[in-house]
């Protein structure tokens, strides 16, 4: 993959991808699983950081919140920049 620097304190972010998601027995379509109600947060892998960035590093898992940032299609994986203060917090894995 080539490598992409966000400027300022952005982050580029890889959101994990979500197999199938069911509430209550219902299997809720794609489209609606990027609104906050059915999966407000999600697991993700930091690919990329801007020079102001003060606590995240590339290749750190964090939990991010599933509606913030810009998704675009980069080297045909679909990537999200979003702002530092988007990420919710670091995960251990």
Not at 30 to 49: D, I, M, N, S, Y
Not at 52 to 65: E, H, P, T
Not at 80 to 93: A, S, V, Y
Request: hydrophobic share 40%; charged share 30%.
């Amino acid at each position: 993959m080539r490598t992409v620097t966000p400027t300022g304190v952005k982050v580029l972010v890889l959101k994990d991808k979500i197999k199938e998601y069911k509430l209550d027995g219902i299997i809720v379509p794609e489209q609606a699983e990027r609104t906050a109600r059915f999966r407000p947060h999600v697991k993700a892998t930091v690919l990329g950081r801007g020079p102001k960035c003060n606590w995240v590093n590339i290749g750190d898992r964090v939990y991010v919140n599933n509606v913030a940032g810009d998704d675009w299609e980069f080297d045909g994986e679909l990537v999200t920049m979003m702002r530092e203060k988007d990420i919710i917090g670091l995960t251990e894995e």
